[in-house]
């Protein structure tokens, strides 16, 4: 193996804070960025956590590696699903494929990572871990000194969706210090070839905090008692990645990443609730505001579609055959998807105004498509606006998050700082696809040639 590769991954961090806003408080991300190129990296389809990741470190798309989100629909239900695990990925993460190479990696909480992945070296479960699982640290058997060295058990992740921000921020401040000093614990553990660090604690921060630090938030409001945290935020993540910064090898390759952007969420869109009123989903009566769809009494035997909700929306088609009580046919399918694109494109919001939305089936998307992908995938207002899968609403448009406190949505670029370049400064936006190919090529690796990224040549000397 050549020199260490270290990939320090910060959740949802967008450009403009991490090399704007908040560098001036951030002395040791300001010295990396002096011996790094860096810019933006664009995410996939959905930019969301997860598939993120996985594409960044497999070099190829969701439809490729059959996993579309959190959570996933088992294709032929309606309600249930899968949360992703490592076992679903079909393609092989580069910690594999170093790992069968003889490398040394450590990779702590890299989603999806529960159970905690066989690597040759360490690994920990991701923020989708459950509480006191035993599977949750690999090999098994180093969980007890890991938690000794910490004076706590692991944390994986915090609530966050909570009218309660005190309690949110003092979750998020410990959930972020505990990742960094598991980061420092697990270098010692080394010599590492590749090492691997993800801290979901930025997108915590952003989705609980946002509108209180964010003058483009609806909701923000001058001189409110959480304005200055953010700053405070980032300064402490500074502190902290400084701190294993100043342990590794100056001769190491370092990736400082994040998997997509964020910004302020303006609204919420109804979409069940607009497949209801337009007659593609049927429910008897009117729900209360907010109702679940799996509570709505939905009867699927004159269903035609149906939505999830999140910061994107993935539309399924009742699909006779496919699904228990599926009633489109086959034949059917060209002219529905047809009709629900139309339909959606042509939304106007209450002022009157053209609302954007832009909607795809899966092969538009991806090379390939496996797995429970869905029909359609719909981003709503060039993603300023948040989806909503419940029912009952009064109105498809309305302020805050059905499902608790959320003041961001996600974006589609999120940050890349590569330290050891032969032209240090601003470079240009990469693709999330391209930081496989060009790792395993540092770490004297040959890339698949499968993989759907190509190696940027400036990142290697």
């Not at 590696?65 to 695990?85: A, D, E, N």
């Not at 092989?92 to 494929?97: D, K, L, N």
């Not at 059917?332 to 694109?341: A, K, M, N, W």
Request: proline share 10%; charged share 20%.
């Amino acid at each position: 193996m050549a020199r260490p590769v270290i990939v320090l991954g910060l959740d949802s961090i967008p450009p403009s804070l991490i090399f704007e806003r908040f560098l001036g408080v951030m002395p040791h991300m300001q010295s990396l960025l002096e011996r790094s190129t860096y810019g933006p990296l664009h995410t996939c389809h959905p930019p969301i956590t997860i598939p993120a990741w996985a594409v960044m470190f497999t070099g190829v798309d969701p439809g490729t590696l059959g996993i579309y989100g959190i959570h996933q629909r088992k294709v032929g239900t309606y309600s249930g699903g899968y949360v992703p695990t490592p076992s679903h990925l079909l393609r092989p993460p580069i910690w594999s494929t170093l790992s069968k190479a003889g490398g040394r990696v450590a990779v702590l909480g890299m989603p999806p990572a529960y159970p905690a992945p066989r690597v040759n070296g360490i690994s920990t479960g991701d923020f989708l871990t459950p509480d006191g699982v035993s599977d949750s640290v690999f090999p098994p058997e180093m969980k007890g000194p890991i938690e000794k060295a910490l004076g706590e058990p692991l944390l994986f992740d915090v609530p966050f969706r909570k009218e309660d921000r005190k309690t949110t921020l003092a979750d998020i401040w410990r959930l972020t210090r505990q990742r960094w000093a598991l980061a420092r614990y697990v270098w010692k553990q080394g010599p590492w070839d590749f090492f691997a660090v993800h801290d979901i604690g930025p997108d915590r921060f952003h989705h609980a905090f946002w509108k209180f630090f964010n003058p483009s938030h609806p909701g923000y409001r001058p001189g409110n008692e959480f304005e200055k945290e953010a700053e405070r935020y980032y300064t402490m993540l500074d502190r902290e990645v400084g701190e294993l910064l100043a342990v590794l090898p100056r001769d190491a390759r370092i990736l400082v990443a994040s998997d997509h952007g964020t910004k302020s969420m303006q609204g919420c869109f109804a979409i069940n609730e607009w497949l209801r009123r337009l007659g593609f989903l049927d429910i008897p009566g009117t729900p209360p505001p907010g109702t679940p769809l799996d509570k709505a009494g939905v009867r699927w035997s004159s269903t035609r579609a149906w939505a999830t909700g999140g910061y994107y929306s993935r539309i399924f088609l009742n699909l006779r055959g496919r699904e228990a009580s599926g009633i489109v046919k086959e034949t059917e399918v060209e002219g529905l998807v047809r009709e629900i694109t139309s339909k959606l494109s042509s939304l106007r919001t209450p002022e009157g105004l053209p609302f954007p939305v832009e909607v795809f089936p899966p092969d538009k998307l991806y090379r390939e498509v496996h797995g429970d992908a869905p029909d359609l995938t719909a981003y709503f207002g060039n993603l300023d606006w948040r989806a909503s899968g419940t029912v009952g609403h009064h109105n498809l448009f309305f302020a805050e998050n059905d499902t608790g406190p959320d003041d961001a949505v996600h974006d589609w670029n999120g940050i890349y700082v590569m330290t050891g370049t032969a032209t240090p400064g601003p470079g240009p936006e990469r693709s999330i696809l391209d930081v496989a190919p060009t790792l395993l090529s540092m770490l004297g690796q040959r890339p698949d040639p499968s993989m759907q990224g190509t190696i940027i040549p400036e990142w290697i000397r």
